[in-house]
C-alpha cells in the first residue's frame, strides 16, 4: 500500500511538473538597430489598412489602423522594434465586443517597410503576419 501511495505521488508530482514547464513559453520579441533617419511616424499602407503613427523622442509611440472599424496602437520603439498593444472598439448595436492584443513590427533597413505578428490578448503572435509599406508622399 505504502509503495502504491508514493507512486502516485510521484507520478502526480511529474504531471504537475510537466504542466508547468509547457505553460512557461514565451515570445521572444525581435531585436535590431533603428536604420539611421528612419521612423515609425508617419503614413503606412498594410494588410491591415491605414496605419498612422506618431513617435516622440523618447520611443513612447501611438498612432492608429483602419481594419474593418478604427482601431488604436500604442506602444514603445526600442532600436528598430516597436512592440504594442492594440484595440479595437466594439459596436453595442450589433453586440460586438471590444477586441484587443499584443504585436511588434520591425523596421527594414531602409526605413520604408515594416514586418511583424500581432495576437489577441497578452499574446504577441497567433494572429498573423501585419505588413506595412511607408507612403513616399508628404504626411500631415
Known sequence: ??????AMVLLGASLSWGA??????QTVL???????????????YSNFGDVK??????????GSFDYKVDGTIEGKV?????VFEWIQPGD???????????????????GLEFT?????GE??????EWKGTKATEIYR
Open 78 to 82: 526600442t532600436g528598430g522594434v516597436f
Open 1 to 6: 500500500m505504502k509503495l502504491r501511495t508514493l
Open 53 to 62: 503613427l506618431t513617435q516622440k523622442a523618447d520611443g513612447t509611440t501611438r
Open 92 to 110: 453595442f448595436q450589433v453586440g460586438r465586443r471590444d477586441v484587443s492584443g499584443k504585436g511588434y513590427f520591425v523596421i527594414s533597413d531602409d
Open 123 to 128: 499574446n504577441y503572435t497567433g494572429g498573423g
Open 116 to 120: 511583424g505578428q500581432w495576437g489577441y
Open 20 to 25: 508547468v514547464s509547457c505553460a512557461s513559453t
Open 30 to 44: 525581435p531585436s535590431r538597430e533603428m536604420p539611421a533617419g528612419a521612423t515609425f511616424s508617419g503614413l503606412w
